[in-house]
């Protein structure tokens, strides 16, 4: 081999290296049912933390914990209501910097699964929408009424231009990114509203990152809850037959990998109830059912 070639070889080599970021990817693998990362089967095993509900000195310390636990990722809500107080208002600062919060899950080399809404439920007030909403009387949340779109897109706009470049094809480490949550319960069963959602999305965040629902398991939710172009996952807790749970999946999702995006490893208290405790034996039970099946699952709440 001549010096030429040998430079040529060695210039190659460099560049594959150089380039490798930019081949960073997270796709559905439909033909074998998985995900890939970087074009390998990958199975993410995560837990759900809710950063506005852990003070910003104990975010290192909960985020160790999970890292330590074995979970390969975390799986965070980001409430509109939190951070945009007042129309046009927005608060990013202290315990309110998602921003900090994400580039710590990367630090600590956890991958993120975020739900930005814009309703995420998650127990919390409106489930993340503004209050200030409702100054308009006669506004449909979670529709297509026009008023509702133009505080979603105006909120989008800000929220999601933060997203994007902590998004794993760009180097970060979030991996795929949820349109809005349960919208099969809700009873507006608006399509034209999840597309509206779809398209900004993809006009904020890009073509290649992957976004995903989560519904129940039952049919009527289901329908109303998934569309083309959003991969379709789904939540159930233990004592669930597995297997036909994910059959509810496939009924939606016929190809791709299963996923639990929200195992319920406990449940919330009512007021004036008995306090709610799940057995640790059957919360495992259910987990390793799911791992044998070469499920995803992400385990709601750990923090």
Known sequence: MGLPDLALLLAVGFLSTQASPSARSFQVDYECNCFLKDGVPFRYISGSIHYARVPRPAWRDRLLKMHMSGLSAVQVYIPW??????????????????????????ELGLLVILRPGPYICAEWEMGGLPAWLLWKPDIILRSSDPAYLAAVDSWLHILLPKIKPRL???GGN????????????????DYGYLQHLLGSFRALLGSEVLLFTTDSTRAEELRCGTLQGLYATIDFGPGSNVTEAFDAQRRVEPKGPLVNSEYYTGWLDYWGEAHAS?????????????????ASVNMQVVS
């Not at 039970?285 to 799911?290: F, K, N, S, V």
């Open 81 to 106: 209501n939190y951070h945009e107080t007042l129309p046009g208002v927005y608060d990013f600062a202290g315990n309110r910097d998602v921003e900090a919060f994400l580039d710590l899950t990367a």
């Open 174 to 189: 979030i991996i795929s990114v949820q349109v809005e949550n349960e919208y099969g319960s809700y009873y507006a069963c």
């Open 278 to 294: 799940t057995s640790a034996a059957w919360v495992a039970r259910g987990l390793e059912d799911m791992l044998q099946l070469g």
């Open 168 to 170: 794993y094809q760009h």
